[in-house]
């Protein structure tokens, strides 16, 4: 803006007293900053010590367990060693040592009961390595706000910087965000824990 053609009207600048009320608003803002991404990381820390072994014992279950969904090779084989002993038994002529009767492996179908168990415990172990990432990414998150809201700038710039992320914070519903964490965390045990008892 300009009062006349070719003057261009100086930007106003904050030397007129208002710098004391901006020193106390950053200076409350910064203890509330802290305070919030405190409580972040300390959620975030208890949250990927958390995943990071139920995620390993959910991994282990699961290993056992896609067994099931498959035919047992040993079947597999006891049943074709059986056919050939069949085959050449009849081409000799000989009478034949009855066999019981096994399987055939083209036929075979996984139980309900085992497709259910890998489906609640791949579920689980989803939503806990999900929660892990959110935790590692709400770590970057805090320590990015807490350097983005104290740059080396006048008092006023400050505060209108750290005024704009902290609406956007709100804005995403971060605070939301890290409060579902561990409600995610439990949805997570209570998949594993059902599969759990379908699989005994």
């Known amino acids: ?50 995943t990071g072994l139920f995620s390993a014992t959910v991994a282990t279950f699961l290993g056992i367990s896609l067994q099931s969904l498959t035919q047992d090779s040993q079947d597999t084989s006891a049943f074709y060693l059986a056919r050939l002993y069949q085959l050449q038994v009849a081409d000799n002529g000989s009478a034949s040592v009855p066999l019981p009767p096994l399987p055939d492996p083209s036929s075979f179908s996984p139980s309900a009961s085992a497709i259910w168990v890998n489906i609640l415990w791949f579920l689980s172990l989803i939503i806990s390595l999900t929660c892990a990432l959110l935790a590692t990414l709400l770590q970057q998150w805090a320590r990015r706000y807490l350097r983005l809201t104290r740059p080396a700038l006048a008092l006023h710039k400050r505060a209108r910087i750290r005024n704009y992320l902290k609406e ?30 379908v699989f005994l």
């Open 1 to 50: 803006m300009s009062d006349a053609p070719g003057r261009v009207q100086p930007e106003t600048n904050f030397t007129d007293g208002s710098g004391a009320i901006f020193s106390f608003f950053l200076e409350r803002a910064e203890k509330d900053d802290e305070k919030m991404t405190e409580n972040w990381k300390g959620d975030a820390d208890g949250i990927l010590v958390f």
């Open 168 to 197: 956007g914070v709100d804005k995403f519903y971060l605070s939301s965000v890290v409060e579902a964490l561990p409600g995610l965390l439990h949805a997570s045990v209570f998949l594993f824990f059902t599969g759990l008892s």
